[in-house]
């Protein structure tokens, strides 16, 4: 139903901590593949992907360049796109699956917790492929969620998790 897009850069100690929260996932059949968008790293990001089965796709520049680049080589309808520091929240499946379910095909962002319960910075985007191509996609500089984000504003949603 879903790819999801890493931006990596050498980020294998961060994927340790990403990857087993898709596994279950994947297993279920919510994610049909993980696309690395990878800026040439050279620690053991690539034998991660390899030995996890994702599909690794060579792209330059930022975050934001790495993230079109993986964006187009999604297959899935729908696409999970995640910052540059891979952080996903354990409970992210629960509210993904409820607006997959009845979100009426909006974009929707998940965001860390910011103080007194307000939303902090978005940590990933969950967009069909149409929604994303609308919006114009990912551009390079800055920070590409928010960006991302303030071309489809009036459309998504938070999902709380």
């Not at 690794?56 to 080589?73: E, H, P, Q, Y």
């Not at 929604?131 to 928010?146: C, R, S, T, V, Y």
Request: proline share 6%; glycine share 12%; hydrophobic share 50%.
């Amino acid at each position: 139903m879903i790819t999801v897009v890493l931006p990596t850069r050498d980020s294998a100690a961060r994927l340790v901590h990403v990857l087993p929260l898709l596994v279950p996932a994947a297993v279920d059949g919510l994610v049909k593949a993980v696309v690395f968008a990878d800026a040439g790293s050279t620690d053991a990001t690539l034998a991660i992907a390899e030995d996890s089965g994702a599909r690794v796709v060579a792209a330059t520049g930022d975050a934001g360049a790495r993230l079109a680049a993986g964006c187009a080589a999604a297959r899935s309808a729908w696409i999970l796109a995640l910052g540059e520091d891979l952080v996903l929240p354990e409970a992210w499946r629960t509210p993904v699956e409820a607006h997959l379910a009845g979100g009426g095909g909006k974009p929707a962002w998940i965001g860390e917790k910011g103080l007194f319960g307000l939303a902090g910075r978005p940590l990933a985007v969950l967009a069909s492929r149409d929604a994303f191509e609308a919006a114009g996609g990912f551009k390079p500089g800055g920070d590409p969620l928010k960006a991302l984000l303030g071309r489809v504003k009036p459309r998504a949603v938070r999902l709380r998790v």
